[in-house]
């Protein structure tokens, strides 16, 4: 079964530093892995995924992640960071085909930043 | 943009009661779900949809729930007897075909409170 770790409920940075939002994941045969962002009284909204190819992806809003196979993880980085930003971020993945396309999320990461 | 429309956007019902929660998907995406979220933690999956039935669901999803795609267009979760643990915001959401590599499109969720 797969099921992906997010090991920080809650990551704070200020406004115009890089940040980091870590995710480490658990499937068997090639995951499928995606960034979610949820801001307050909202639904998810998708920011990337990594299918295949190469191992750094570049989504929504200037947010990018990584895929490290050997460290089973993908975290999500952007350079600068906005106070617009803070919101709610869900790592989440996709595994092998099991009668259907079950996506599991993490327990989600809160980010603030502070201007 | 096309996107995921739910209603009601809030329902409060009286433990014991039948909820329906309804859900217009985008409209050429095959692949349908409902997720919910307690307290506005952890997305926990309930059940996929695709090709008129249902494809995989979680172990939350029991005989009180059901899902039904009426019309080709509206898709809805149904709680028959409704308890004070299933209150939380539900979530449906969507994807396009393509072997399990589509981001997921989320509505906007519906509140549930169950008294």
């Known amino acids: 079964a797969q099921s992906v770790a997010q090991p920080e409920d809650q990551v704070n940075v200020a406004e115009g530093n890089p940040l980091t939002v870590k995710c480490t994941y658990s499937?068997?045969?090639?995951?499928?892995l995606f960034w979610y962002v949820q801001y307050p009284n909202r639904g998810l909204q998708f920011l990337l995924k990594y299918i295949t190819g190469d191992n750094l992806v570049k989504g929504s809003y200037g947010f990018e992640a990584e895929f490290n196979k050997s460290q089973t993880s993908f975290h999500l980085k952007k350079p600068s960071a906005l106070v617009s930003d803070s919101a709610l971020y869900f790592c989440a993945v996709r595994g092998p085909y099991t009668g259907g396309f079950k996506t599991i999320f993490g327990a989600g990461t809160r980010l603030f930043v502070k201007a | 943009e096309p996107e995921v429309t739910q209603t009601p956007s809030h329902q409060v019902t009286q433990m014991g009661q039948e909820v329906i929660l309804r859900c217009v998907p985008i409209s050429n995406h095959l692949y349908f779900y409902w997720y919910r979220q307690i307290l506005g933690q952890k997305v926990e999956f309930l059940v996929s949809?695709?090709?008129?039935?249902?494809?995989?669901k979680s172990e939350i999803f029991d005989d009180q729930f059901s899902v039904e795609r009426p019309d080709g267009s509206n898709f809805t979760l149904k709680i028959r007897s409704t308890k004070l643990e299933d209150s939380a915001m539900y979530f449906c959401?969507?994807?396009?075909?393509?072997?399990?590599?589509?981001?997921?499109?989320f509505g906007e969720g519906s509140r549930l409170t169950v008294l």
């Open positions: 949809f695709y090709n008129n039935e249902i494809s995989e």
């Open positions: 499937v068997s045969g090639n995951p499928y």
């Open positions: 959401a969507s994807s396009e075909a393509g072997g399990g590599t589509g981001e997921l499109f």
